[in-house]
């Protein structure tokens, strides 16, 4: 190993490469704080089983094509710089891809409970981080696939990018007779590698940005003083904007939803994509707007049944840096908001969050949020943990497939995200799907929402208020 030292790790393919930024921050808290754990999961809903060496041989061509399924963290010695991904050389398909049968009668709330002891469970952290299982025995001869990845390998956006090489656009469609693309080149796994690694990595990483600073010296020098005013105000600027995206606070601001515990529960709803839409152009907004003005209405609701008045609420909106690039990693800032959940004027609502939004993608500090993703690793994960239960609600909007697809031979009816909690007390995270169907998955943590059907409830009629009324049955799938 001793002639590869003065080599960048970057190009020695066995060593793997660095884990940083939003996807190390995530690791990092995940595996420290219970409250943190963030394997994000997709519930797929299918007309009928699939077969599942179909199935197995289609997720073998997915971590083909998408090598960070096939990759396994590996720590350095003393937590020395930052962890590695690096191929598995005893990735083994069969352990990731599993079939499970429900005992009848095989409704929907059976299924969902079966998805909640597999959310809660932690991914094996000495293997690929993700695992999808085959359950049959739903009502009406469906079948579910639960797919089961850590945010540390991928974001919503970037999970439907795989999505998408998992899925046919046509139902005669059959990978089977295609030849198999070749597999990764494994790597080296032992914590030796990867601490040299580290190190390597972290002198070049300090060296670049010493090297950098030099070469932006003489122009950072000119540019005060041809423009003093402007570069200071510039800086000011960033501070003020740093400052605010890393503002802590002390608690949540709801008056109801303030407690947190170490579970969570989750549900799904289903909202018609097309009275979304023309509710959004009705207000003048976007999908996203409408989106959150149907939440806030939800939330006013529910507070009210329990005899609570409800003013702003913190809000975490995820926004999207992804400008193209691999699918398997984190382009992800959160904007921490405030929205006023008291509002019953919808239009009033549509135009806050449309503004909050704009305003928090506007931050100067948004392109930087990687950086402090990678910083944050000098504080304790222990007050990021507490830090993240100030936040009352999340709520992502992730764009889905555009069109029907099938999985195996079979049409996928639905495609709903469970996410976690993470400290907040509820996280509502939306996909379209066929431009048909809004599916969504909502999380409560256990403490903080005593009663999540009661909620359901409420947001159904908070999406009711603003045109995009929920169709049949919308929180159970199954029923006919």
């Known amino acids: 190993m001793s002639g590869q030292l003065e ?73 020395v710089g930052q962890p ?49 299982t085959l359950v049959e025995g739903l009502e009406g001869d469906k079948a579910a696939i639960l797919l089961m990845a850590h945010h540390a390998i991928a974001d919503g956006q970037g999970s439907v990018m795989m999505l998408a090489g998992l899925v046919d656009w046509d139902a005669d469609a059959s990978s089977a007779d295609e030849p198999m693309p070749p597999a990764p080149a494994p790597g080296r796994t032992d914590p030796i590698t990867a601490t040299v690694a580290a190190v390597g990595s972290a002198a070049k990483t300090a060296g670049g940005l010493g090297v950098q600073a030099i070469r932006d010296l003489p122009t950072s020098a000119r540019n005060l003083a041809v423009h003093p005013r402007r570069t200071t105000t510039e800086a000011v600027r960033l501070a003020a904007s740093a400052a605010r995206a890393l503002r802590v606070h002390r608690e949540p601001l709801s008056p109801l939803m303030r407690d947190r515990g170490t579970t969570y529960t989750s549900r799904t709803m289903d909202v018609p994509f097309e009275a979304l839409r023309d509710s959004a152009a009705l207000y003048g907004g976007t999908l996203n707007d409408a989106f959150l003005a149907a939440l806030m209405g939800g939330m006013r609701r529910y507070h009210a049944l329990h005899g609570v008045e409800v003013g702003r609420l913190r809000v975490n909106v995820p926004v999207s840096t992804r400008s193209g690039g691999a699918a398997a990693s984190n382009a992800v800032s959160i904007a921490r908001i405030e929205l006023d959940a008291g509002e019953r004027d919808v239009t009033a609502r549509f135009t806050e969050a449309a503004a909050a939004v704009a305003s928090a993608r506007s931050e100067p500090a948004m392109p930087f949020a990687d950086l402090a993703a990678d910083a944050s690793r000098l504080l304790p994960v222990s007050l990021i943990a507490e830090v993240a239960k100030t936040s009352d609600l999340t709520a992502s909007n992730v764009p889905g497939l555009p069109a029907p697809v099938w999985v195996g031979g079979v049409r996928l009816q639905r495609l709903y995200p469970i996410v976690p909690t993470l400290g907040a007390a509820v996280n509502v995270t939306m996909l379209s799907y066929a431009r048909t169907h809004c599916s969504i998955g909502v999380s409560t943590d256990d403490i903080a929402v005593r009663n999540p059907d009661q909620l359901m409830e409420c947001l159904a009629e908070g999406f009711a208020e603003i045109g995009a009324v929920p169709e049949g049955h919308p929180f159970d799938p199954l029923a006919r």
């Open 7 to 79: 080599q960048d790790p970057a190009e020695i393919p066995e060593w793997g490469r660095k884990l940083a930024g939003w996807n190390a921050g995530v690791w990092r808290t995940s595996v420290s704080s219970v409250t943190m754990r963030s394997a994000i999961m997709g519930v797929f809903l299918l007309e009928s089983p699939p077969d599942l060496d179909a199935l197995r041989n289609r997720m073998d061509r997915v971590t083909r094509w998408f090598p960070a399924l096939r990759e396994r963290i590996v720590e350095p010695i003393g937590a």
């Open 84 to 132: 590695r991904m690096v191929v598995d050389p005893h990735f083994d398909i069969t352990f990731h891809t599993a079939r499970f049968a429900l005992p009848a009668p095989g409704s929907w709330e059976q299924l969902m409970l079966h998805v909640r002891r597999q959310s809660m469970y932690d991914l094996d952290r000495d293997r690929p981080l993700w695992r999808a």
